[in-house]
């Protein structure tokens, strides 16, 4: 067989095996995604001289949500054709090495999709790639989308950075944030040899104005808040106890299951999958909390059943929506006339270290408690405890 012109097909997505019945209760869409889609290719191999075939997923089956998994599979079959077309071999290292020093064909869109499909890869949360995708969109739109990755310096860099810190009144924490995506964006391009030097390594960082969010609740506040939440929303009144008690992040707490729970024991154990540091660490069970989790009822449901998964019976079988703790919450705050204090779900965590702080806690038992892995993040977490340090004291005399 001679060598093909083009040595590869384009890239088509595959969706599994054809749905021929939809049961009751389902749909066609919701069907045909729970099959095992992948993108297929053919790429000539210069050795055996035929076309081999290529059928990648990227752990996308994992997605169950129909539009979710055609967008992704969507964008992935479009980053194997944009890899194709620029030269990239599924077979030659070698020869994807040698291409990947030959910068001037990669584009900043092109980058950026391949930058999205290493998250997406790497399993990193739909949030946080949505918020990536946001500034480099506007970093991209700035230079435009066919000017080439080789083309950009640091003085680029400062530039976008300076206009949007002026036009577009960016805080010190935006420009912090954005360019701590664009250097994440030019190392992934540089460790996979895209581009020989980072522009963003030595950009200067902007100082950070204070944010006035996750604010700590007044006394009188919180008993507010427990007392409404008491009268009208049980479910959310435990989610937010939870907080006060365990210092468990909201987003844990949606995840956590019973089998996590060993009242025994009196220990939580927050999984390393869900955990935000990917660490499986012990969480003690205070007194006042094990009345709470005895009067659910915990053992009498099955281990697999999640402990908020319900806002009517609290524990249920299903995990509960992202925003719905954070809603209910809202309106709470709405009902007291207190939303514009800006406090928090993780106010009641930030409260919870106040309590702790004024109790006689050391600063390495708030940090346990708080599963920090240092006590220099403990001190940055807890610097608004200053507000409650008295400075009272007599000064010895000279």
Known sequence: MATPEIPYTIPKLVKGKRVTTVPKGSTWAKEEAKQNWYVEFFFHNAETDKMERFRPTKNLNRLKDPKEKLMQFTRLCEAYKIALEGGWSPIDEKANDRLKRQVSSLTLEAAKTLFEEYHIAKGTRKKSR???????????????????????????????????????????????????????????????????????????????????????????????????????????????????????????????????????????????????????????????????????????????????????????????????PYNRFQKCLKATKLDKKNYTLYSFKHFSNVKKFKAGWTLAEICSANRHGSLVETETYLKDLLKFVKNDKAIPKI
């Open 130 to 324: 949505q918020s990536y995708l946001s500034k480099l969109n506007q970093f991209i739109a700035y230079y435009g989308q066919d000017k080439k990755v080789s083309e950009i310096s640091d003085y680029e860099i400062t530039e976008f950075l300076n206009f949007m810190e002026k036009d577009a009144k960016w805080t010190g924490v935006t420009y912090n944030s954005s360019r701590i995506i664009l250097n994440n964006y030019f190392k992934y391009l540089k460790v996979n040899k895209y581009i020989s030097e980072n522009p963003v390594t030595d950009i200067e960082t902007r100082t950070k104005i204070a944010t006035e969010s996750h604010q700590i609740f007044s006394d009188k506040d919180f008993k507010t808040i427990m007392k409404w939440l008491n009268e009208h929303d049980h479910y959310c009144l435990f989610f937010v106890k939870m907080i006060y008690y365990t210092c468990i992040r909201p987003k844990e707490l949606r995840y956590l299951q019973l089998k996590h729970i060993n009242l025994e024991h009196n220990v939580i154990t927050v999984p390393a999958s869900i955990a935000k540091n990917k660490k499986s660490l012990p969480i003690s069970i205070d007194a006042s909390l094990c009345r709470e989790l005895k009067e659910l009822k915990v053992s009498s449901y099955p281990v697999t059943d999640y402990l908020l998964g319900s806002t009517d019976t609290i524990i249920g079988e299903k995990r509960i929506g992202e925003n719905t």
